[in-house]
């Protein structure tokens, strides 16, 4: 069974700029959540979709926003790109049965680097 | 401020020794997930404890359930070069809500 999968996996953007990245999930899998990787501030939630609808969010401005389409497949968009949005954006996919037991299974992240 | 506090934060030690890594909440999670994480990739799950005292072994590693279920800890044995690497911690939460401890980055010397 083929893994979660991302890309970019490399992206350098200038201030200013939007991003788009894309999260293939594992087969079968509905959930899809992001987060931000930073060496600060570790593993920080973004949101996740469930059947193409947010589910849950985190902490962080209007200028992230994402999607999921009716094949599972999520994007994550950043408007107006700052410094401190450089960072490691994970994608996570996992099965939602049981919550006392959901697994999430992560893709290699796509490195943005913003100049 | 994060739900999840690991300790330590930085380890270094030689190969053959043994470690623990904790993993403190103030917070009641449903069930706790440890991963490791390699540089450029992202975390793989070693494994998922849900009962409140629960251990679990995998191989040189022990991962224990704190009997209230707000705390874990990881305990390797012999530790060897492979086992080096970033260690998080997930607090699982109803509604598929995970929860990130701020990581213990392990380096074992040979």
């Known amino acids: 069974k083929a893994g979660v999968t991302q890309t970019p996996r490399y992206l350098i953007k200038t201030r200013g700029q939007q991003v788009t990245l894309s999260c293939s999930p594992i087969?079968?899998?509905?959930?899809v959540s992001w987060y931000q990787q930073t060496p600060g501030q570790g593993l920080q939630f973004l949101f996740e979709y469930f059947s193409e609808t947010q589910r849950n969010k985190g902490n962080f401005p209007g200028r992230f926003s994402g999607r999921q389409f009716s094949n599972s497949r999520s994007e994550m968009n950043v408007s107006t790109l700052e410094l401190g949005d450089s960072a490691l954006y994970l994608c996570a996919s996992s099965l939602v049965a049981s919550s006392t037991y959901n697994e999430q299974f992560f893709g290699p992240g796509t490195r943005l680097t913003v100049l | 401020t994060q739900l999840l506090e690991q300790s330590p934060q930085f380890l270094s030690i030689q190969e053959g020794e043994n470690l623990t890594v904790y993993c403190n909440s103030s917070s009641v999670f449903s069930s706790l997930q440890w991963y490791r994480q390699e540089p450029g990739e992202g975390p793989v799950l070693l494994v998922t404890v849900v009962t409140g005292g629960e251990v679990k072994k995998l191989k040189r590693l022990t991962f224990q359930f704190g009997d209230a279920r707000k705390d874990s800890s990881l305990h390797i044995t012999a530790a060897q070069p492979g086992d080096t690497g970033l260690y998080l911690c997930?607090?699982?939460?109803?509604?598929?809500?995970?929860?990130f401890g701020t990581g213990t980055s392990l380096t074992v010397i040979p």
């Open positions: 997930a607090g699982v939460r109803t509604g598929n809500q995970f929860y």
């Open positions: 087969s079968g899998h509905r959930s």
